[in-house]
């Protein structure tokens, strides 16, 4: 069965620093890859998402997610996070015409 | 905007009573999901459903059943609730499988 891994429960970084979150994926072969992200008290909402071609994808925000095939990876990237950048963020991936698995969730805290 | 709505923000519940969760979208999605969201745990789907009157398991679904008689409704039924049903209940729609758009999430505590 598909998993996902995520190598952070809990981040802490200083206003202005750099920011990667990992993922792993288990499955070998199509893929869709997601990050979700929640925010305190809103809803759970995409970030951004790799269905095919360009393995750098841009979402909203800043963020950015890098698709290695040979890794099985899809981390998550920001240069420069902001203090509205405090949430969780979640990696998720399905098979075609599959159901999502996500991860178990990264709680990323900013200090201003 | 995908609207996803469920019918209680919080919930408090006695061990052993029947327990329902409603969820309403307003996009006329195909798909639609339950998952509880537990500390550490990430999210884990209960049921969900590609049609209407169609359902099928997920990864955690015993202790719950689930209802869809219409499009837009999806329905989450704990049928004897137990302290460890205890939970974020998050209810999300899909036109694939893709992409799902997620409620507002129930916040059950079963006493």
């Known amino acids: 069965a598909q998993s996902v891994s995520q190598h952070n429960h809990h981040v802490i970084l200083s206003e202005a620093a750099s920011l990667e979150l990992g993922c792993n994926y288990s499955?070998?072969?199509?893929?869709?890859l997601f990050w979700y992200v929640q925010y305190p008290g809103q809803h759970l909402q995409l970030l951004l998402k790799?269905?095919?071609?360009?393995?750098l994808v841009k979402g909203i925000k800043g963020f950015e997610a890098e698709f290695i095939k040979s890794k099985f990876s899809f981390n998550l990237r920001k240069p420069s996070v902001q203090w509205s950048d405090t949430a969780e963020y979640f990696c998720?991936?399905?098979?075609?015409?599959?159901?999502?698995?996500f991860g178990k969730g990264t709680r990323l805290h900013i200090l201003p | 905007d995908v609207k996803v709505t469920q019918s209680s923000r919080y919930l408090v519940k006695r061990t052993g009573e029947k327990v329902f969760l409603e969820c309403v979208q307003d996009?006329?999605?195909?798909?639609m999901f339950w998952y509880r969201q537990d500390p550490g745990l990430g999210l884990r789907l209960i049921y969900f459903?590609?049609?209407?009157?169609?359902?099928e398991k997920g990864d955690i679904p015993e202790g719950y059943s689930v209802s869809r008689e219409k499009k837009e409704r999806f329905s989450l039924i704990l049928e004897s609730a137990s302290t460890n049903q205890t939970s974020m209940y998050l209810c999300?729609?899909?036109?694939?499988?893709?992409?799902?758009?997620f409620g507002p999430g129930t916040r059950l505590t079963v006493t």
């Open positions: 999300a729609s899909s036109v694939n499988s893709y992409e799902q758009y």
């Open positions: 790799y269905f095919s071609g360009d393995p």
């Open positions: 998720a991936v399905n098979e075609e015409y599959d159901k999502i698995i």
């Open positions: 499955y070998g072969g199509t893929v869709n």
């Open positions: 996009m006329d999605h195909e798909n």
């Open positions: 459903s590609y049609d209407v009157k169609m359902k």
